[in-house]
């Protein structure tokens, strides 16, 4: 398994992270089997396998459900979990309590938060001098999309731009192992992903982050239908599984399923029921 300290290298010599996210047992085994650096479990499961209109449904407990069914799935690879809405802005005490148990119980090597407010940093100085790495989430945060206005392209003005750099430091400072930008102007992150020591992973940041991470569901296009400009898909599993799912419809309908070949049968036929 790669270790923070693998990511940092990976960094200092250009070598690309792949970041990948993902919330079940097969998709992780999968992403493993492909090399996959990091495994994300986000809160985005929310929408992507819950149905939820938003990432603010998602519980402390779903987390942890996912997380570990990933880490199953994934036991090599190293895997950072989010976590969820409301979860880390009440009390200092609460969000580290929170924080614990969901890395104890997921077993995740990880955990990643958003925002940079003044109470983050210090939570993230806390986790980090208790031994959990952090990793902070800025730009566009999804769960706090309500509070930026909507799906937004963060970062387009003097004021905001310099922020994503100056909270970086700050959180960097506090001992963040890594970050991840959500839609900032590609200009942006190459400025800011050399002017920082830790690994910044980019999601329509640009080209220059030093890793990217797109959600497993988008690149499959399993069950996603509206996909983000910064997505690119390298297959069509919404056409490929409703046309095999209509094969086997048909082939129950027409007596074609199951064939001889499907089913069973015993040697001795006196054993059969007498009617």
């Not at 200092?92 to 309590?97: A, K, N, P, R, V």
């Not at 407010?117 to 806390?126: G, M, P, Q």
Request: charged residues 25%; proline residues 4%.
């Amino acid at each position: 398994m790669l270790s923070v300290r693998d990511f940092q290298n990976m960094k200092n010599n250009n070598e690309k992270i792949t970041m990948l996210t993902a919330y079940d047992y097969p998709s992780a085994k999968q992403a493993e089997a492909a090399d996959v650096d990091i495994i994300l479990v986000g809160d985005s499961l929310g929408m992507t396998v819950l149905g939820y209109a938003s990432t603010t449904q998602v519980t402390l407990d779903d987390m942890i459900h996912h997380a570990k069914a990933v880490k199953r799935g994934a036991p090599d690879t190293f895997i950072v979990v989010d976590m969820p809405f409301m979860s880390y802005h009440s009390s200092m005490e609460q969000s580290i309590d929170n924080a614990v148990r969901l890395f104890q119980e997921s077993d995740a090597n990880a955990i990643k938060i958003e925002g940079a407010s003044d109470e983050i940093v210090e939570l993230v100085r806390r986790l980090t001098d208790g031994g959990i790495p952090v990793v902070p989430h800025l730009g566009l945060t999804p769960q706090t999309v309500n509070v930026l206005g909507g799906y937004r392209v963060q970062g387009n003005d003097e004021v905001t731009s310099q922020r994503l750099l100056d909270d970086a430091k700050r959180l960097e400072a506090a001992g963040a192992v890594m970050i991840v930008y959500e839609c900032i102007p590609k200009e942006i992150m190459e400025i800011i992903s050399p002017n920082l020591d830790m690994p910044t992973i980019g999601i329509g940041a640009g080209i220059s982050a030093d890793g990217q991470v797109l959600v497993y569901h988008d690149i499959l296009q399993y069950g996603s239908d509206r996909l983000p400009k910064f997505v690119k898909h390298y297959a069509d599993f919404n056409v490929a599984g409703v046309e095999a799912i209509k094969q086997y419809v048909d082939d129950v309908k027409q007596s074609r399923f199951p064939a001889e070949k499907h089913t069973y049968a015993i040697k001795d036929r006196t054993f059969l029921p007498k009617i």
